[in-house]
């Protein structure tokens, strides 16, 4: 926590015992009482871990079945019922490196087709981890991603550069990235679809119940919350309803209180609301 700011407490221990045993095992090192006086002796190794726990495995387009689903479903829901001089609010929590984001970037633009300048979107991408936000600010991947993004969509939505690829400029301008943590930082509002996809896996059903109502305030009335494969929002039944449930999209309920929301108050929170952060970090 000293070294990081970010506290692993809630996180699922299974999780954070396979990834310290990575490292002992990396560091050649047989217990933990040994591994933890290598901790406080090597700076480094506390950033190596704290890497290693931020599990960054991610892709373009999982789940492609759901990307169809969000295209053919979900997308025509929000732009029915969007105001016309509203631009549609996405927020992209655990963005790890960009993937997720660009790719619903993507297909939003697939979907709008040529009313792309008369339908709006800010997509709001955030993470804990510093360096994954920074990779994907720069939007540049790889050749593998070949494996999950089609020719067509290469061709019409990256550039080839410095051995791989680089997203578009077009797409790049519908994302904005910003370190943001979603246990300890005020939330979003006002999103037409919150996309938090494996990320509820890592963590705790005691930590579950405090994320998923922070993300039922997020949303406005009509908004969707869009869950990975093998989560769901069952310790929160009262805020979110099916929508799609074989791909995991949630409508939001009118909820019969006020939800108790957990992040910092008083002298530790902001002011300003998390949108003016992440326009100013990324100017």
Not at 19 to 41: F, P
Not at 61 to 77: H, S
Not at 89 to 114: K, L, M, N
Request: hydrophobic share 40%; charged share 30%.
């Amino acid at each position: 926590w000293r070294a990081t700011g970010v506290d692993f407490s809630l996180y699922k221990t299974n999780t954070l015992r396979l990834r310290i045993r990575r490292r002992m095992i990396l560091n050649k090192l047989d217990g933990l009482d040994e591994y933890a006086k290598y901790l406080r002796e090597h700076a480094a190794e506390v950033e190596n871990l704290y890497q290693d726990i931020l599990i960054n495995v991610t892709s373009f387009f999982r789940d492609p079945e759901a990307f169809e689903a969000l295209k053919e479903r979900i997308f025509p829901g929000i732009v029915g019922h969007r105001a016309p001089d509203e631009p549609v609010r996405i927020w992209v929590v655990g963005c790890s490196t960009g993937e997720e984001a660009y790719s619903i970037a993507i297909a939003f633009s697939e979907f709008v087709g040529e009313r792309a300048e008369h339908i709006p979107v800010q997509i709001f991408a955030t993470d804990v981890n510093e360096k994954s936000v920074e990779r994907a600010r720069a939007g540049l991947y790889s050749k593998n991603i070949a494996e999950d993004v089609s020719p067509e969509r290469l061709r019409r939505f990256f550039t080839e550069a410095e051995g791989g690829y680089r997203i578009c400029k077009p797409i790049r301008d519908m994302c904005v990235f910003a370190r943001h943590n979603i246990i300890a930082d005020p939330p979003f509002s006002r999103m037409d679809l919150i996309s938090c996809r494996n990320l509820l896996i890592y963590i705790e059903p005691v930590l579950q119940k405090q994320v998923l109502p922070l993300l039922h305030y997020a949303l406005i009335p009509s908004g969707v919350l869009w869950l990975g494969h093998s989560e769901t929002t069952g310790v929160t039944s009262d805020l979110f309803e099916p929508e799609d449930k074989k791909h995991r999209f949630y409508a939001r309920k009118l909820a019969t209180g006020r939800p108790r929301l957990h992040y910092p108050t008083g002298a530790q929170a902001r002011e300003q609301t998390p949108e003016k952060d992440i326009v100013r970090q990324s100017a």
